[in-house]
């Protein structure tokens, strides 16, 4: 095969890993976008509750002080606008920013991070937006456990560490090395080997939140057996003998 060739079928093959995003990363997008589609319901129900209260303001108005007139009904009008114009970007929608990740709460940081590592797949090399693919499901997994967790504990201070700072910070460091040596095979094999470590720790984070469920229900299991079952142990342990 001719290098000219050779080439152009790389250049081809790391076009489609840009442009054809894989399963993991599509679910992701969709995800982003039902969260971005609450904040605009939000937002449609601030903006009518704002028409209303302006509507029925200039209704008690008129009932009990003064006629509106047509005057009146202008500028209830006009009023009613102006609020809805006001409320049409509030709430705004929150955009994941890095400096900010470290102080977002725990049942929110999956998310977030999640977002803004999506938004970071285009400056990374393609071989590593599997491991991007890999994380982003595991961020998605680890979203219900989170919320349970208490901040204070242990596993709250590593997700946190890992979350909020380490991952976010790898990401940033090989986004800052020069474009002419970003597409290496030394940084991307940096870069993937962190994101392989990401990974590790996720699903070791995964795993100790689980142990921690299960000992939750094993306690919870034993205390109702306790409670309504008291003899039960012995007469099994009479049974067996």
Not at 63 to 81: D, K, S
Not at 165 to 177: M, N, Q, W
Not at 184 to 213: F, I, M, N, Q, Y
Request: net charge positive; with cysteine; proline share 9%.
């Amino acid at each position: 095969m001719l290098p000219e060739t050779r080439d152009a079928l790389a250049r081809y093959d790391e076009w489609l890993a840009r442009t054809l995003k894989s399963p993991e990363a599509l679910a992701a997008g969709a995800r982003r976008v039902e969260r971005q589609a609450r904040h605009v319901g939000r937002r449609l129900r601030n903006m009518l509750l704002a028409a209303a209260s302006v509507v029925i303001g200039a209704l008690l108005f008129g009932a009990f002080i003064t006629p509106l007139g047509f005057g009146g009904i202008v500028a209830t009008v006009l009023l009613a606008m102006c609020a809805m114009l006001l409320f049409s970007s509030w709430p705004p929608i929150p955009e994941p920013k890095l400096e900010a990740l470290p102080q977002v709460p725990l049942k929110a940081l999956p998310a977030q991070v999640e977002d803004w590592l999506e938004g970071q797949r285009r400056l990374l090399p393609p071989p590593a937006t599997r491991d991007v693919d890999r994380i982003l499901v595991q961020l998605h997994q680890l979203t219900p456990a989170m919320a349970r967790l208490e901040p204070g504990s242990p596993l709250a201070e590593d997700a946190r560490r890992l979350l909020g700072d380490h991952l976010p910070r790898l990401v940033k460091t090989y986004a800052e090395v020069p474009p002419t040596h970003r597409a290496t095979p030394e940084a991307t094999g940096h870069l993937r080997e962190g994101l392989k470590v990401v990974g590790t720790e996720l699903d070791r984070l995964s795993a100790a939140l689980a142990r921690d469920s299960l000992t939750a229900l094993e306690v919870e299991g034993r205390f109702l057996e306790s409670r309504w079952q008291p003899g039960k142990g012995s007469v099994d342990r009479g049974e067996k003998a």
